[in-house]
Structure formats: structure tokens, C-alpha cells
């Protein structure tokens, strides 16, 4: 099975910083790859999709990059709306896998 | 609007089953190929299972594999959790997805908590 490491598991920041969260593949996944967001008490909500694509509707501070084992989630400019735990996901082969998850909380 | 919206949770003993249904409306379900993601109180989200489109083709993951089933009935949208001898490390919310661009997409139910506790 592949695993998906994520780092860091929870990070603190402010208002207008760039954040960034790393997924590495335990093997090469191509660009087979998602990165959700979660509230607390809600459903995931896509972000991006094989890994750089914007999903529809989601604000462009929100990027991703990568191909092969490591890939990136950037938060160009933090919003108060941001505050939330972000999981990528790889659907390059069965079992799927997330990553643990990494906590954006405010600093 | 899509929607999704899942029923059948509740709190079961070890060893027993529940069927989990999610019920989808808003769009063609019958073309869509649909996924089963788990997430246990204060932890991250799982992938369990998915489904192609007229059924014929599931994978699941190890920890289900052999006691999950997932299925569907695309004259009644409705997609399906079977679960079979549960334990208590099954226990969490349970969410159905739509699959959009080979990937669980956007598209998510509100989930239904599996309780699993004698």
C-alpha cells in the first residue's frame, strides 16, 4: 500500500502569511492526487485535483504542486476562512490512502 | 444541486452489522462512480471503498476487506455500506462521496455515526 506522509501535523499562523503543507508518497504516484479541507463537524471540501488544479469555486490563494513521491499546498495569503485541517489523498492505486492531516490554527 | 445524504448509522455491538445507505439526487447517480469515506471521533479521514458506475467493479480497504460490501441501486440512487462483523475500531462517521475526475470529488454527504461498543 502507499503511504501518504504529511507534514507538518499542525502548524499556528497569521492572518496574510503563506503557508505551505507537504505530502510525500511512500512511492511514485504520478500526479494522482487531492487535497481536501475540513471544518470542524463538517464534510471535506476539494481544494485541488491531480495536484495543481483548481477545483471550481475555490479562491485562488489556494495552489498546488508536485508530481512523483513530494507535493506542496499553498496558502498564498491566509484568510480567517482558512483556519481548518487539510489532507491530501492519493488515488494512484488501491487502497487510496490520506495523509494524517495537517491543523492550521492561529497564531 | 447535488445531494447526498446517508442514513443507518447507530450504535451496534462487536460482532454485528449495519447497512449503511446514502441516498443521491441532483444529478445522473447511474453515471457516477461513488466512495465510502470513514473518519473516527478526533481523527483524519479514511478512504474505505468505491464503486464504478453499474456496480460490477469495488475495492476496498485492508481494514474492511472481507467484512465491507459496497453497493448500489441505480434505480433507486441509492448507494450502499454493508458492514459485517464490526469491531470497535470501525466506529466513526461515515460519509458517502461522489467520485469527479477519478478522485472523490467535491460532492460529500453530512456522514452518519457507526458506534461500535457492547
Known amino acids: 500500500d502507499i503511504q501518504m506522509t504529511q507534514s507538518p501535523s499542525s502548524l499556528s499562523a497569521s492572518v496574510g502569511d503563506r503557508v505551505t503543507i507537504t505530502c510525500r508518497a511512500s512511492q511514485g504516484i504520478r500526479n494522482d492526487l487531492g487535497w481536501y479541507q475540513q471544518k470542524p463537524g463538517k464534510a471535506p471540501k476539494r481544494l485541488i485535483y491531480?495536484?495543481?488544479s483548481l477545483q471550481s469555486g475555490v479562491p485562488s490563494r489556494f495552489s498546488g504542486s508536485g508530481s512523483g513521491t513530494e507535493f506542496t499546498l499553498t496558502i498564498s495569503c491566509l484568510q480567517p476562512e482558512d483556519f481548518a485541517t487539510y489532507y491530501c489523498l492519493q488515488h494512484n492505486s488501491y487502497p487510496w490512502t490520506f495523509g494524517q492531516g495537517t491543523k492550521v490554527e492561529i497564531k | 444541486e447535488v445531494q447526498l445524504v446517508e442514513s443507518g448509522g447507530g450504535l451496534v455491538q462487536p460482532g454485528g452489522s449495519l447497512r449503511l445507505s446514502c441516498a443521491a439526487s441532483g444529478f445522473t447517480f447511474r453515471t457516477y462512480w461513488m466512495h465510502w469515506v470513514r473518519q473516527a471521533p478526533g481523527k483524519g479521514l479514511v478512504w474505505v471503498s468505491r464503486i464504478n458506475s453499474d456496480g460490477s467493479s469495488t475495492n476496498y480497504a485492508d481494514s474492511v476487506k472481507g467484512r465491507f460490501t459496497i453497493s448500489r441501486d441505480n434505480a433507486k440512487n441509492t448507494l450502499y455500506l454493508q458492514m459485517d462483523s464490526l469491531r470497535a475500531d470501525d466506529t466513526a462517521v461515515y460519509y458517502c462521496a461522489r467520485d469527479e475526475e477519478w478522485l472523490v470529488g467535491d460532492s460529500w454527504g453530512q456522514g452518519t455515526l457507526v458506534t461500535v461498543s457492547s
Open positions: 491531480a495536484a495543481s
